[in-house]
């Protein structure tokens, strides 16, 4: 463990780094587990003017919207006019196969493959076409989502194991 250099009077001294120096807000980060339980005991923030706390979340992006592209034959997420994400799919008759579903890197884990697959689900029943989920997110996604089954054609749902 790294030892902490002892101020006047045989106080300890937080040991740690400044984040956005130069900038108006200065937040310190402390880089081990005692000055962060010291600054806690203690009650001290170390901060010039309000500061955004370590542990909060960036601001969010804005939310994505859906987006149709039919000549593409794809269902996307658009979030800043920028496709974010998307589910191929092709017709077959009065069914609608799903066949890849693509988020991009940088959108990862903020819910936009869940809100692709609830679009594409939501239009595949407003179209009335039966749904056979060829790609495995869709199709895992059926798996939690049970109440949208209905939706896939009753041999896939066997073949599948849905």
């Not at 040991?15 to 081990?32: H, N, S, T």
């Not at 600054?39 to 601001?59: D, M, V």
Request: proline share 7%; net charge positive.
């Amino acid at each position: 463990m790294r030892e902490h250099a002892r101020g006047g009077a045989g106080r300890r001294r937080p040991q740690g780094r400044l984040i956005g120096a130069g900038q108006p807000k200065l937040v310190f980060a402390p880089l081990c587990g005692y000055t962060t339980g010291y600054l806690a005991a203690c009650g001290a923030l170390l901060a010039l003017g309000p500061a955004l706390r370590l542990s909060e979340t960036p601001p969010r992006r804005d939310r994505p919207t859906p987006h149709h592209d039919a000549t593409a034959h794809r269902y996307e997420a658009r979030a800043d006019g920028v496709a974010v994400g998307h589910v191929d799919y092709r017709l077959e008759g009065d069914g609608i196969v799903f066949t890849h579903t693509e988020v991009s890197p940088d959108h990862e884990g903020q819910g936009i493959g869940g809100f692709l697959a609830r679009g594409a689900l939501d239009a595949a029943r407003a179209s009335g076409r039966t749904v056979v989920p060829r790609c495995s997110f869709i199709a895992a996604y059926l798996r939690r989502h049970p109440d949208e089954l209905a939706l896939v054609r009753p041999e896939v749902r066997r073949e599948l194991g849905l």
